[in-house]
């Protein structure tokens, strides 16, 4: 069982209970260790795993929960033995504040796939305690899981980067989606999705993206950059794409079927799932077999590879469509969320809005 109490006073909204309605908190984070950096947090983003958690519908709640991990701040404290950042410095933090650190996952800087991993929330510290996220005012994060944050990249609009960018970034390289002129269909033009689209033409492939919404084509085209447009629900257009692309990173959360994207892939193509559904999709075999295809998944990226992805998109321009919203609003964005009614990404601006009650 988790212990609850530090010294240090903390302030945020927090789910209660499976209702996911969120509320001011007061809370305690740990004092500034050796290796510790404590930041004062301006903006976080609202992810949809947010929304995931504070409902409990992946089954894993513990209330009370303070969400958020698409994190950007600025330094106020940092340990005797931290040499990487210093006072006034802003900085990011992700999906995790800690693993083993001597794993062969670790030791080959892919933290988020250690057996101890620690999410930023809704998790339990290496001293016991519940980890508490980013919509809050201060957060404490041992150096090692602490993100240099570009001058070049704003705080809001980059801060979905954190989580949203670097899960299309990393299976990107993982999966050889970095080849100019190769043709990739992006599923889901979302949060994920509209930064897939970004990054993917960055690296110079060709990109489709893949919709159940047709009002959605003008913006993925002169807004975001993709070379075409599918509607999913359009059998004569699905139907011309079949055997055209080398790849597909499919963003969806919701259940959804597999066969119209895996029959959209050449022979040797690779569909990434990256969604996270709440109940298992069926996968037709056949398609598979006959074109020695690939579905594989991916989940966020090891620290060494989130540095690599901001600094990728800090030199190609590359943020998230944010609507920044004050922290009292967070129930009515995740409502809309639910909706999928933002584009693209909810932002709170947590240091102008977020004062102790």
């Not at 260790?33 to 992946?58: A, F, M, P």
């Not at 047709?214 to 079949?242: H, Q, R, T, W, Y």
């Not at 998944?297 to 321009?317: P, R, V, W, Y």
Request: charge should be neutral; charged fraction near 20%; aromatic fraction near 8%.
């Amino acid at each position: 069982m988790a212990k609850s109490q530090h010294s240090q006073n903390a302030f945020g909204w927090a789910a209660k209970d499976t209702s996911g309605i969120l509320s001011p908190l007061h809370f305690s984070r740990r004092e500034n260790g050796d290796e510790d950096v404590t930041i004062k947090i301006l903006y976080c983003g609202v992810c949809h795993s947010d929304l995931h958690s504070c409902r409990n519908e992946w089954g894993n709640a513990h209330y009370p929960m303070v969400p958020g991990h698409e994190i950007v701040g600025t330094v106020t404290k940092i340990g005797n033995n931290v040499q990487k950042f210093k006072v006034g410095e802003r900085v990011g933090v992700g999906v995790i504040v800690g693993s083993c650190k001597s794993c062969e996952y670790c030791n080959q800087d892919l933290e988020n796939y250690c057996p101890k991993l620690i999410f930023t929330y809704n998790s339990i510290d290496n001293d016991g305690t519940r980890t508490y996220g980013g919509y809050s005012d201060m957060i404490v994060v041992n150096q090692h899981f602490v993100i240099h944050f570009p001058d070049s990249l704003p705080s809001d609009a980059g801060a979905p980067l954190l989580c949203a960018g670097i899960t299309v970034y990393s299976p990107m390289k993982y999966y050889g989606m970095t080849e100019p002129g190769k043709h990739l269909g992006v599923v889901g033009l979302g949060g994920l999705g509209h930064v897939a689209v970004r990054i993917a033409k960055a690296f110079g492939l060709k990109v489709t993206v893949i919709s159940s919404s047709p009002g959605k084509e003008d913006e993925a085209i002169n807004k975001f950059g993709a070379d075409a447009f599918l509607v999913s629900s359009d059998p004569a257009k699905m139907k011309g794409a079949i055997g055209t692309m080398d790849f597909i990173i499919d963003t969806v959360s919701a259940v959804h079927a597999l066969a119209p994207l895996l029959i959209l892939l050449r022979a040797n193509g690779k569909l990434i799932t990256l969604g996270l559904p709440n109940k298992p999709l069926e996968l037709p075999i056949f398609p598979l077999v006959l074109g020695r295809k690939l579905v594989g998944g991916s989940d966020i990226g090891g620290i060494k590879e989130t540095q690599e992805m901001l600094e990728f998109c800090a030199k190609h321009n590359i943020t998230a469509d944010v609507e920044v919203i004050k922290m009292d609003e967070i129930n009515t964005a995740m409502d809309r969320l639910a909706k999928n009614d933002v584009k693209y990404r909810f932002v709170i601006d947590v240091g102008s809005s977020l004062s102790q009650l």
